[in-house]
């Protein structure tokens, strides 16, 4: 089945960091999440856990603790990809399936006409600990990524970025 409205939405898509006053509803947030977990897993075992923040001072303390997360504070939303070690296929695989999840959320966010943006926060150990700290998260529950999530007050151009050179065929250096 082609669908060239979903490549249009890929090639489309923009990190959004500047957010209207305008909520995101309920429905809409849950949209995003089942979007999320319809994510390809290793073993399907589904390794992901979401914790959806609105609370204006848990988003202010996000910017205190992130460097590149100060915006947070204008979103309405943010939602905060976990992986659990107690539920990927082997070591380190809820990186990998929790990436792939992230990647769905903004996809969905971007065709429902909500601005998003991927934080990241693993490898870095401190943001992880950080993060794990803020939300009291479990042991064996670890923060991979935070997407902030807001209607767009700022409007992006598609990027290009199709570039030739990286691909090669068969071998590297057949381009």
């Keep these: 089945m082609r669908n060239e409205s979903l490549v249009t939405c890929i090639n489309s898509r923009r990190s959004i960091r500047k957010y209207s006053e305008k909520v995101i509803s309920g429905p809409e947030i849950n ?24 609370n204006r001072e848990l988003l202010r303390k996000i910017a205190d603790i992130h460097p590149n997360a100060s915006f947070v504070v204008s979103a309405s939303h943010s939602i905060l990809v976990c992986g659990d070690e107690k539920l990927e ?3 380190g695989y809820s990186i990998l399936d929790c990436s ?8 969905a ?34 923060p991979i990524a935070l997407v902030s999530l807001g209607y767009p007050a700022e409007e992006k151009k598609p990027a290009e970025r199709f570039s030739p050179n990286r691909i090669h065929f068969d071998t590297w250096g057949n381009q």
């Design 31 to 54: 949209e995003i999440l089942k979007a999320a977990m319809q994510a390809p897993s290793a073993v399907n075992r589904q390794p992901w856990h979401f914790v959806v923040i609105k």
């Design 100 to 107: 792939a999840a992230t990647q769905n959320m903004l996809l």
């Design 109 to 142: 966010a971007h065709a429902l006409g909500i601005g998003a943006c991927w934080i990241g926060i693993h490898p870095r150990e401190k943001r992880k600990r950080a993060f794990s700290e803020l939300f009291e998260l479990p042991d064996h529950v670890k």
């Design 89 to 91: 296929h082997d070591k």
